[in-house]
């Protein structure tokens, strides 16, 4: 069984647990009222100094001003933990700790959380200004238990690659494989994690695949919002992690129903498919390349 928020908060500190935060000083004040209902951001982080200011200053700076910014740090190593006592002020509430894979992280930060909605934001991403107003404003409208939108991602250094628009018809294909349900674009009401639980830490890639998938089969509800505009830096994701992302889910899908002999053909297809994929890219002239990639991918795009 997936764990759940009180299994969470019921798990004693780590012995080498620090915090702080404006919540450790006794200054919490942001609470849910009607018609601005509080959202937990939620970002995840270790050793991300290069990058973690970035995603720090999306959410502080957005228009949405009734936020509750927390931050769990799995012991980093660099100067993360100095950056994020830079923002100490402008920080609910932050862990540094070793944990067990981004999907522990994301657990204690939802344990932690207070709000009516979550989102979660890794440190190689960060949000448009108005990203969480814009969600906010279609989930209040809305009985959908999630909202997402498109993403715009980048390499390393920051500049622009490709856009991947979300998939207003999900439903149709996440049996089989993750859908384009653009995780730094998503915002999840609470009693969607109360309902269902939280994120298997059995998987260390493909832990956000199972929980939507999991959603759904429980009868769950997405809403895709054109306009609400996330953004992520793929910094070298490696062919053993691809694989590694790719078997999580072949496991998954099995997991929920798909039979074995299909999950295993999509496996191997899928691991053969990336492969011409990292080599059209390298040998084939730009403008076809991303011509070739919209023609398999519908959802690909070469603009912002």
């Known amino acids: 069984m997936p764990p759940t928020i009180a299994d969470y908060r019921n798990k004693p500190s780590h012995p080498d647990r620090i915090d702080g ?24 982080v270790r050793n991300g100094e290069k990058t973690l200011e970035q995603t720090i200053q999306s959410v502080v700076n957005q228009t949405y001003s009734n936020i509750e910014y927390i931050i769990i740090d799995g012991a980093s190593t660099d100067h993360t933990v100095d950056i994020i006592h830079r923002y100490e002020d402008q920080i609910a ?12 992280a994301f657990n204690k930060g939802i344990a932690v959380s207070n709000g009516e909605i979550i989102g979660l934001l890794n440190a190689n991403d960060w949000f448009s200004g108005n990203q969480i107003e814009l969600g906010v404003a279609v989930l209040n409208k809305s009985p959908a238990d999630f909202v997402f939108g498109d993403l715009l991602f980048y390499d390393a250094s920051g500049t622009f690659k490709y ?9 149709a294909t996440i049996n089989g494989v993750m859908p384009a349900l653009c995780h730094p674009t998503v915002l999840v009401k609470r009693n969607a994690y109360d309902k269902i639980g939280i994120f298997d830490t059995n998987y260390r890639i493909a832990m956000d695949y199972e929980w939507f998938l999991r959603l759904h089969k429980n009868g769950g509800i997405g809403k895709y919002a054109k306009g609400l505009l996330g953004h992520m830096r793929i910094a070298g994701l490696s ?35 990336g492969a011409v994929r990292r080599n059209l890219e ?3 002239p730009t403008t076809l390349y991303h011509w070739m990639r919209r023609i398999v991918n519908p959802q690909y795009s070469s603009y912002r």
Do not use: C, H
Request: glycine content about 6%; aromatic content about 14%.
């Open 93 to 104: 509430y932050w862990i540094s700790e070793p944990d067990s894979g981004i999907a522990d």
């Open 21 to 44: 935060g404006l919540r450790t000083r006794g200054k919490v004040y942001n609470k849910s009222n009607p018609d601005k209902p509080l959202v937990s951001i939620i970002t995840a």
């Open 239 to 273: 062919d053993i992690s691809y694989v590694t992302a790719l078997d999580e889910m072949r496991q998954i899908a099995v997991r929920y129903g798909q039979s074995k002999r299909i999950a295993n053909y999509l496996f191997l297809y899928r691991i053969f498919k």
């Open 282 to 284: 390298k040998w084939t």
């Open 163 to 171: 856009r991947v628009n979300g998939n207003p018809d999900y439903s």
